[in-house]
């Protein structure tokens, strides 16, 4: 089993930034890779970005791309979400994830761990 918590979230205006953190224990967290999904009451949950098992590769959905840097530090056992230049519409529920096998970055039915979520608020 492998736990995840996030923390960072909060209310910021628009064209602010805020910096996410997911921290995991459990297994060895560099044997997973590690994705951020966001969701808004009643839509499905949206890919953000993932990143790989060392940091090596990063995904990013067309909305955050140049926004939005995904990172990683295993010595930490964190994964991080910076968030700069928000927007209204980036106001979600994000939640991190972590997955164990080798493909489907972007599909949240890939990952196998997820953390509770953290709110985000972005005002106009």
């Known amino acids: 089993q492998v736990q995840l918590v996030e923390s960072g979230g909060g209310l910021v205006q628009a064209g602010g930034s805020l910096r996410l953190s997911c921290t995991a224990s459990?297994?060895?967290?560099?044997?997973?890779?590690m994705g951020w999904f966001r969701q808004v009451p009643g839509k499905e949950r949206d890919f953000v970005a993932a990143?790989?098992?060392?940091?090596?590769?990063?995904y990013y959905a067309d909305s955050v791309k140049g926004r939005f840097t995904i990172s990683r530090d295993n010595a930490k056992n964190t994964v991080y979400l910076q968030m700069n230049s928000l927007k209204p519409e980036d106001t979600a529920v994000y939640y991190c994830?972590?997955?164990?096998?080798?493909?489907?970055?972007?599909?949240?039915?890939?990952?196998?761990?997820w953390g509770q979520g953290t709110q985000v608020t972005v005002s106009s």
């Open positions: 994830a972590a997955q164990s096998g080798i493909n489907g970055r972007t599909d949240q039915n890939s990952y196998e761990y």
């Open positions: 459990g297994r060895t967290f560099s044997n997973y890779a």
């Open positions: 990143i790989s098992r060392i940091g090596r590769s990063t």
